[in-house]
Structures are given as C-alpha cells and as structure tokens.
C-alpha cells in the first residue's frame, strides 16, 4: 500500500468512525480550531521577531525560526490525531511562561517603549498563553481525546492490515 492509498484508507475507516458517532466530528472541529489558534498566535510572534531583528532591536536567533518549523510539524499530527503530542509544547509553554516571568516581561509593559519592541514583548506573552491554553484543551477536552483515539485506532487498524499483507 503506497502512502495515497495508506491515506483513502485511514480517511475512509475514519468517516466510518464518524458515521457512528457523529460527536466525534466536534472533536475534530474543536482539534482543528486549537491547532490553527496556536500556529496563528506562534506566526504572529514569529513575523514580529523578525520585524525586531530587521530593525536591529535584538539579534537574529536561529532557534526562533526552527522552533516556527517544529510548531507547524507539531499543529500537523495533532491536527491528524496525535493528541499526546500536544504534551510537548504545553510543556514548552511553560518553559516560555517562566521566561516570562524571569524577565518581567509584564512590567516591560509599562514603561515607555518602542511600538514595534512592546508588540514584541506582548506578542511572546500571547504565544505562551495561547500554548499553555490551546495544549491543555487539546489534552483535556473529551471531544478532542475522542477524535484522537479515533485517529490512532484507525492508523493501526490500517498499518496492521497493511502488515498482513506482506
């Protein structure tokens, strides 16, 4: 089975799953805004790096641009099921909160900076909160862990199909 006919398959044994309980299409609603919210607040902080390393307000970081890469990697197998995953950045989420935190970046608020450098604070708080929230719900929310199980039985309902016949 090549990898389009390993995709029908696992669209087809999830629309059956569907079918029979037609709750677990929420859950993928639910799933798909979550995901979209995060990479949406990850894209926005991401754009507003790079207008402040254009600028010349910080250094260029490297690690910003694979931490955007690894975020959309993620927001797609969590949007295909692998809810678990979403483990990972709510734990980065946390990390990036004590940052928050260690530098005071809420009091940076109040002082009197720059437009675009008090976006780019803000905008690094709203990516965290927005992980912590959007991770959790992802974790948490019945919908949601319905249609990832959906998910993960079909691909190895599929994958263990695709063993038999070899």
Same mark, same amino acid.
């Given at each position: 089975?090549?990898?389009?006919?390993?995709?029908?398959?696992?669209?087809? %044994?999830?629309?059956? *799953?569907?079918?029979?309980?037609?709750?677990?299409?929420?859950?993928?609603?639910?799933?798909?805004?979550?995901?979209?919210?995060?990479?949406? &607040?990850?894209?926005?902080?991401?754009?507003?790096?790079?207008?402040?390393?254009?600028?010349?307000?910080?250094?260029?970081?490297?690690?910003?641009?694979?931490?955007?890469?690894?975020?959309?990697?993620?927001?797609?197998?969590?949007?295909? *099921?692998?809810?678990?995953?979403?483990?990972?950045?709510?734990?980065?989420?946390?990390?990036?909160? &004590?940052?928050?935190? %260690?530098?005071?970046?809420?009091?940076?608020? &109040?002082?009197?900076?720059?437009?675009?450098?008090?976006?780019?604070?803000?905008?690094?708080?709203?990516?965290?909160?927005?992980?912590?929230?959007?991770?959790?719900?992802?974790?948490?929310?019945?919908?949601?862990? &319905?249609?990832?199980?959906?998910?993960? %039985?079909?691909?190895?309902?599929?994958?263990?199909?695709?063993?038999? %016949?070899?």
């Amino acid at each position: 089975m090549n990898g389009k006919e390993r995709r029908a398959a696992i669209q087809a %044994r999830a629309e059956e *799953g569907f079918l029979q309980d037609p709750s677990l299409r929420n859950g993928k609603k639910w799933t798909e805004l979550l995901v979209l919210l995060w990479v949406m &607040s990850r894209l926005f902080f991401f754009v507003m790096d790079l207008i402040c390393v254009h600028i010349g307000f910080i250094d260029f970081n490297p690690v910003n641009i694979w931490a955007f890469l690894l975020s959309l990697f993620l927001a797609l197998l969590l949007y295909k *099921g692998a809810g678990m995953l979403a483990v990972f950045p709510l734990l980065g989420g946390i990390l990036m909160a &004590s940052t928050v935190f %260690r530098e005071r970046m809420l009091s940076l608020l &109040s002082l009197d900076l720059d437009g675009v450098l008090r976006l780019h604070i803000l905008s690094y708080i709203i990516a965290t909160a927005v992980q912590i929230l959007t991770m959790s719900l992802l974790l948490l929310l019945p919908a949601c862990k &319905s249609y990832s199980e959906l998910l993960k %039985r079909v691909v190895q309902e599929v994958n263990g199909s695709q063993e038999h %016949r070899l």
